[in-house]
């Protein structure tokens, strides 16, 4: 028995059935909405508060600050409030109202800004000149390094190591950093797909990050394959997930697997794993499940 974070992780592959029919080419969704605070961010929230509580860098006397476009925000809030670390969020005001509210209800406070880019200015402004600690996701090893740890080998168990293709969003690039490390030392053959926005297409969890914010924790020799996601695709493929499999996600993971059938369409064999990063209860309040 333990807190509810010793639930994060070991969350459940389902296999996908009704899009292909190749027998021999397998996908699996890695359902990260299972985790407790919603979606894959978890992981990298508990180790990054985590590790640099352990390091001495932070205490309940310490406030943190980090700017969010909503998953990271949402666990961040929840494993702030188990480890009663006073946390301030700061995110786009286009956010969904489920997002804010969720990260109040952990006791967090929210500040809403014009953009991502703006978010993250007075994030860092702020913990430069007022004293906050800035976990600083982008930047932040402990954020790949939570999926190397865990993601990466509960893929490789649970495929009994038979995975050809790993399919991930990429906002931060944590969860593709980390289990492109792991899965390249397992087996360099394994082809690591990236998923990006198309100039112009707004999928909330995937960036086209302009040059000065490109996370530094990024490194393009680590991704094999980077495929560009239209917003109307990931819309369609995420309410296609929702009707027909019963897999109920928000819109980067239907970016992620209009990528995985894309790989599918050119193998004549192999296992594909996507990233299903979270749940499609927190995009009720927009447009994403209404025609």
């Known amino acids: 028995m333990g807190s509810i974070i010793e639930t994060i992780g070991n969350t459940p592959l389902v296999e996908i059935t009704s899009f292909h029919s190749n027998p021999r080419v397998h996908i699996y969704a890695k359902m990260e909405g299972n985790n407790p605070a919603g979606s894959v961010k978890d992981r990298a929230a508990l180790n990054m508060i985590r590790s640099a509580l352990e390091r001495g860098d932070i205490s309940e006397n310490t406030t943190l600050i980090e700017a969010t476009s909503g998953n990271t925000g949402i666990a961040l809030a929840m494993i ?33 800004l014009d953009s991502m880019e703006t978010s993250r200015d007075y994030a860092e402004e702020k913990a430069e000149k007022d004293g906050y600690f800035l976990l600083n996701q982008f930047a932040n090893p402990d954020n790949y390094k939570a999926h190397y740890k865990t993601t990466g080998p509960e893929i490789w168990k649970d495929t009994d190591g038979q995975i050809t293709h ?88 239907g970016g992620a697997f209009h990528a995985a059938l894309q790989v599918a369409q050119e193998i004549e064999r192999g296992t594909i794993v996507f990233i299903a990063c979270d749940r499609g209860d927190r995009y009720l309040s927009s447009d994403l499940f209404t025609s």
Do not use: H
Not at 81 to 109: D, H, Q
Not at 228 to 246: F, H, K, M, N, S
């Open 80 to 112: 702030a409030s188990m480890y009663k670390v006073p946390i301030e969020l700061v995110m786009p005001s286009t956010s969904t109202r489920e997002r804010v509210l969720t990260m109040e209800a952990f006791g967090a406070k929210v500040t809403l």
């Open 166 to 253: 790993f399919v991930s969003a990429m906002g931060t690039t944590g969860t593709i950093m980390g289990c492109s490390r792991f899965f390249k030392e397992k087996n360099p053959d394994i082809q690591i797909v990236g998923c990006q926005p198309t100039d112009g297409s707004s999928i909330p969890g995937i960036r086209r990050w302009p040059k000065e914010y490109l996370p530094k924790i990024f490194d393009a020799s680590r991704v094999d394959r980077v495929i560009d996601i239209d917003q109307v695709d990931a819309t369609q493929r995420t309410r296609e997930l929702v009707a027909q499999e019963g897999i109920f996600v928000g819109m980067s993971t």
